[in-house]
C-alpha cells in the first residue's frame, strides 16, 4: 500500500471529512480540497495516489477536472462520485478517464476495493481476446514468464475490471467492440498503460492508424511467436 495520500474533492466538508475519517482508518491518508482549481493546484505541488471527486462542484465540475487532469499529462486514478449518475454522466466521466462511476450513497465496500486499484502492479497484463484457447496460450507464456495476467473475452468484460494493467494486449475485433475502443477507454483511465494490438488482417493503412493512436506502442499481425511476444511485452514494460 502507498504512503501517498488520497486526494479528496467535494465542496461539502462534512461528507468530505467522513469520506476520509473511513478511509483513514482503513489505512489510507488523505487530504480534502473544495474545488476543481483547488485540486489542479494540490496536484501541481504534490504527489498522491489518486483522486475521489465529487461530480458537483462550484465551477467546474468533476468531470472538467478529469478532463484537465488528463490535458496536463497528470496520470493520478480518478473515481467520480455523483448524487446524479445518469447515463450520460456516467459515459462523460468514462471518456474523461474516470476509473469509475459511484452513486450517492456511497457503497464504502466497493470504494474500497477501487482504491485499492490505485496501486498499479507494474507485472500485470491484461489480455483481451474471444478466442479463449488463444488467450488461455498467451496467458500461460507471459504468467510462465513471471508475469501476472488477466483474461477476457469481449471489450465489456475487460473494461469492467478496475486492476490498472501495466501492459495490455488486445485483439482488434471483439464480439461486442474492437480493441481500439478498448485502448481509448483503457489509456484515458490510466496514460501510463502500454498497449499491443493483435489482428489476424492488419493491412499497412490499419497498422499505420492503430499504431498512431496514445498508448499503442505495437501491431502485431496474428499468429504471434511466444518469443516475438515476450520481446513486444518486455519491450512495452521499459516504455
Known amino acids: 500500500m502507498t504512503d501517498r495520500p488520497l486526494l ?4 461539502h466538508l462534512e461528507l468530505a471529512e467522513n469520506l476520509a475519517e473511513i478511509l483513514e482508518d482503513l489505512g489510507h491518508p488523505c487530504r480534502i480540497v473544495e474545488t476543481a482549481e ?4 494540490a496536484l501541481s505541488k504534490a504527489s498522491f495516489s489518486g483522486v475521489i471527486t465529487d461530480y458537483r462542484l462550484p ?4 468531470v472538467d477536472l478529469i478532463s484537465e487532469l488528463r490535458a496536463r499529462g497528470v496520470t493520478t486514478p480518478v473515481i467520480l462520485i455523483s448524487g446524479f449518475a ?4 456516467v459515459r462523460q466521466a468514462q471518456e ?8 450517492k450513497p456511497v457503497n464504502f465496500d466497493q470504494l ?6 490505485f496501486d498499479k502492479n507494474d507485472n500485470e497484463i491484461l489480455v483481451v481476446d474471444d ?3 488463444f488467450s488461455e496460450n498467451l496467458a500461460e507464456i507471459l504468467g510462465d514468464a513471471g508475469f501476472n495476467v488477466s483474461t477476457s473475452d469481449c471489450a465489456k468484460n475487460a473494461l469492467a475490471k478496475r486492476r490498472l494493467p501495466r501492459v495490455a494486449v488486445l485483439d482488434m475485433m471483439l464480439p461486442d467492440g474492437s480493441g481500439i475502443d478498448i485502448a481509448k477507454r483503457l489509456f484515458a483511465r490510466d496514460p501510463t498503460i502500454a498497449i499491443l494490438i493483435l489482428s489476424g488482417h492488419l493491412d499497412e493503412e490499419t497498422l499505420a492508424t492503430v499504431e498512431r493512436l496514445p498508448g499503442v506502442v505495437s501491431a502485431l499481425p496474428k499468429p504471434i511467436t511466444a518469443n516475438d511476444l515476450l ?3 518486455g519491450s512495452a514494460m521499459n516504455k
Open 8 to 11: 479528496i474533492v467535494d465542496d
Open 38 to 41: 483547488q485540486a489542479l493546484d
Open 59 to 62: 465551477g467546474h465540475s468533476g
Open 86 to 89: 445518469a447515463d450520460d454522466v
Open 96 to 103: 474523461a478517464g474516470a476509473l469509475d462511476v459511484l452513486a
Open 112 to 117: 474500497s476495493q477501487l482504491v485499492l486499484a
Open 131 to 133: 478466442d479463449r484457447r
Open 231 to 233: 520481446k513486444r511485452v
